[in-house]
């Protein structure tokens, strides 16, 4: 099993729609989540940090967090065009040499006109 | 933006050749790693720096050594390129490693031919 899992997608919404990205993970005791954006060719950049069970809302996206369930996911409201690629969902998993930060490798969404 | 500059942006070298990549920071974080990122695999950790002259092993470290002689600045050296290790690499920052986000630079694109 892997530690972070995403569905590669692509996942399509249409503009004005809802786009929902999930993710899970093997540890129970992880402690934070991430989710970047990174378009293609590009490096990821932070969109949303969360730490504790429940919604966690900035603007169009929200992060839920269910660490019971050990899954955490990404709302995006309103979905733009310029929302288009590639969302990594990145959690902090207990290692023997401590806590280290694993990337999913991606889902990559697609806004459509 | 986070002050993040890595160099050089872009780079292709011959199998057998040192490579070294370098990772400037003007934020003043104690924290600064290297990844790479592989179609189907993600980000991989290949080493992190706690400190100047603290550094340590990550997922995917066998290949690569790292030197931190300054807080601002981190080399990744490839003391003999294979071809396996053509990739793009990204240098992150964070000021605590477990609980704080990480800022990723614009990364180095790497062949070797």
């Known amino acids: 099993q892997k530690e972070v899992e995403q569905n590669s997608g692509p996942l399509s919404v249409p503009e004005g729609a809802i786009a929902s990205l999930n993710c899970t993970y093997s540890?129970?005791?992880?402690?934070?989540f991430f989710w970047y954006r990174q378009y293609s060719g590009k490096s990821p950049e932070l969109i949303m940090f969360i730490y504790s069970n429940g919604d966690k809302e900035d603007g169009r996206f929200t992060a839920q967090l269910n660490k019971a369930s050990q899954y955490v996911s990404l709302l995006i409201r309103d979905s733009q065009p310029s929302d288009s690629a590639t969302y990594l969902c990145?959690?902090?998993?207990?290692?023997?040499?401590?806590?280290?930060?694993?990337f999913g490798t991606g889902t990559q969404l697609k806004v459509e006109l | 933006d986070a002050g993040i500059t890595q160099s050089p942006r872009h780079k292709v070298t011959e199998t057998g050749t040192p490579v070294t990549l370098r990772c400037h920071q003007t934020?003043?974080?104690?924290?600064m790693y290297w990844y790479r990122q592989d179609p189907g695999h993600g980000l991989r950790l290949i080493h992190y720096s706690y400190g100047v002259k603290d550094t340590d092993k990550g997922e995917v470290s066998d290949g690569y050594s790292v030197s931190r002689s300054k807080t601002e600045d981190f080399l990744l050296t490839l003391e003999s390129a294979t071809s396996s290790q053509t990739s793009v690499y990204f240098c992150a920052i964070s000021e605590i490693r477990e609980q704080q986000p990480q800022h990723f630079g614009d990364g180095t694109r790497l062949s070797i031919l």
């Open positions: 540890d129970r005791g992880s402690q934070s």
């Open positions: 990145a959690v902090n998993i207990r290692t023997g040499g401590g806590n280290k930060l694993t």
């Open positions: 934020e003043n974080h104690r924290y």
